[in-house]
T-cell receptor
Framework: DTGVSQNPRHKITKRGQNVTFRCDPI?????LYWYRQTLGQGPEFLTY????????KSRLLSDRFSAERPKGSFSTLEIQRTEQGDSAMYLC????????????FGPGTRLTVT | GNSVTQMEGPVTLSEEAFLTINCTYT??????LFWYVQYPGEGLQLLLK?????DKGSNKGFEATYRKETTSFHLEKGSVQVSDSAVYFC???????????FGDGTTLTVKP
């Protein structure tokens, strides 16, 4: 068990470009969560999956954001036409079935939009 | 909607001092309450939790008691160490789905 991993750790992109982040949860964790954290604030919930099903999306997740979890394993978060306001740390967490409160967080992907 | 208010930081203490970080919340229903810790360069880690009123969560010498009457979940430690230097986040979940609402974090620095 190597924990939750996220790639890349840092991403710098120009406004208007598309970016994709990947999250690999702890194996056999059937729930996977995405959060966004801006400087000086706590994480804000974006979306979550149970296995491959995306069960909920926050209003924070505009149409430019899309997340997938094919086959219920890793997940990707894509942001299209990035804006400077998208600059943040994107966090992924996973939890085992039946113990949703035991969330294990990855190190995050820091996105900077110039 | 849900909200979590944490004591503003940063907090600087000397080693072996007593620590209190205040946390109050607003939520409907009966939320579960959590403290997470983020050490420099690392991801958030669940430190402790309490799932019903009057429960006490504890871990690594840290404690917090779920006080429904005051809607609070203050974090305490009797004697802090330099290694406790980190950012501490209070959070709640009243969805039973693991979708937590976090406070803005309190940075703790412990000096030898």
């Amino acid at each position: 068990d190597t924990g939750v991993s996220q790639n890349p750790r840092h991403k710098i992109t120009k406004r208007g470009q598309n970016v994709t982040f990947r999250c690999d949860p702890i194996s056999e964790h059937n729930r996977l969560y995405w959060y966004r954290q801006t400087l000086g604030q706590g994480p804000e919930f974006l979306t979550y999956f149970q296995n491959e099903a995306q069960l909920e999306k926050s209003r924070l997740l505009s149409d430019r954001f899309s997340a997938e979890r094919p086959k219920g394993s890793f997940s990707t978060l894509e942001i299209q036409r990035t804006e400077q306001g998208d600059s943040a740390m994107y966090l992924c967490a996973s939890s085992p079935g039946g113990r949703v409160y035991e969330q294990y967080f990855g190190p995050g992907t820091r996105l900077t939009v110039t | 909607g849900n909200s979590v208010t944490q004591m503003e930081g940063p907090v600087t203490l000397s080693e072996e001092a007593f620590l209190t970080i205040n946390c109050t919340y607003t939520a409907t229903g009966y939320p579960s309450l959590f403290w997470y810790v983020q050490y420099p360069g690392e991801g958030l880690q669940l430190l402790l939790k309490a799932t019903k009123a009057d429960d006490k969560g504890s871990n690594k010498g840290f404690e917090a008691t779920y006080r429904k009457e005051t809607t609070s979940f203050h974090l305490e430690k009797g004697s802090v160490q330099v290694s406790d230097s980190a950012v501490y986040f209070c959070a709640l979940d009243n969805t039973n789905a693991g979708k937590s609402t976090f406070g803005d974090g309190t940075t703790l620095t412990v000096k030898p």
